[in-house]
Nanobody, 125 residues
């Protein structure tokens, strides 16, 4: 059974930093890439950052230069370092793992099959 569990969310002031973690269990051999998504109230879920098994990364334009995605394969853990946070970064953040038939790094939701329950990030002005 595949499980993704996020942690590290919280409330910070504008300009602050947070580090999200996502621990993965039950999914190793077909895990080609993982990503972070977010969903603000009343909005759709959008891709924030993703990382391939070889370490290649992609980012949404809105977070480039502020967010960094990384992974520790030995610990089966995905991270999202978020700096210079803005009120518009407020959302529920989800980690996700690719569908076993998806191989190319992407921020499109349809290529992700496994999802965590989310962790809330709130940035006040």
């Amino acid at each position: 059974q595949v499980q993704l569990v996020e942690s590290g969310g919280g409330s910070v002031e504008s300009g602050g930093s947070l580090r999200l973690s996502c621990t993965v269990s039950g999914y190793t051999y077909m895990r080609n890439f993982m990503g972070w998504f977010r969903q603000a109230p009343g909005k759709g879920r959008e891709g924030v950052a993703a990382i391939q098994s070889d370490g290649s990364t992609i980012y949404a334009d809105s977070v480039k230069g502020r967010f960094t995605i990384s992974q520790d394969n030995a610990r089966n853990t995905l991270y999202l370092e978020m700096n210079s946070l803005k009120p518009e970064d407020t959302a529920m953040y989800y980690c996700a793992a690719n569908s076993p038939t998806s191989f190319l790094l992407t921020l499109q939701r349809i290529y992700y099959k496994y999802w965590g329950q989310g962790t809330q990030v709130t940035v006040s002005s």
